[in-house]
Nanobody, 121 residues
Framework: QVQLVESGGGLVQAGGSLRLSCAAS???????MGWFRQVPGKEREFVGA????????YYPDFVKGRFTASRDNAKNTVYLQMNSLKPEDTAVYSC???????????????WGQGTQVTVSS
């Protein structure tokens, strides 16, 4: 069982940066970790993933070059550095843990509650 708690969200101006954190209660080195976002009324959207050892990452095209996932397994924490933020990046951002038997992850077993990111124009 893994419990995930996100933090670091907030209000930022367009062009600014935020770093989200995802703290895990268990031993996350067995899991690949992903980041997702969701806007009310829209489907959840994948924004990045990092492998269990941290050596591989995977991003959709619309965040490549702007978002960077990293992790510190000693601290059981995963990060999402978001730069050059745009108003359309406004959403609730959540982290999730996936079994490490497949890369990129096919499904995620555990989810956090999310943290709100608001980008003003």
């Amino acid at each position: 069982q893994v419990q995930l708690v996100e933090s670091g969200g907030g209000l930022v101006q367009a062009g600014g940066s935020l770093r989200l954190s995802c703290a895990a209660s268990g031993r996350t080195f067995n899991y690949h970790m992903g980041w997702f976002r969701q806007v009310p009324g829209k489907e959840r959207e994948f924004v990045g993933a990092i492998s269990n050892g941290g050596r591989s990452t995977y991003y959709p095209d619309f965040v490549k070059g702007r978002f960077t996932a990293s992790r510190d397994n000693a601290k059981n924490t995963v990060y999402l550095q978001m730069n050059s933020l745009k108003p359309e990046d406004t959403a609730v951002y959540s982290c999730a843990a996936a079994p490490s038997n497949r890369w990129p992850p096919g499904s995620y077993a555990y989810w956090g509650q999310g943290t709100q990111v608001t980008v003003s124009s």
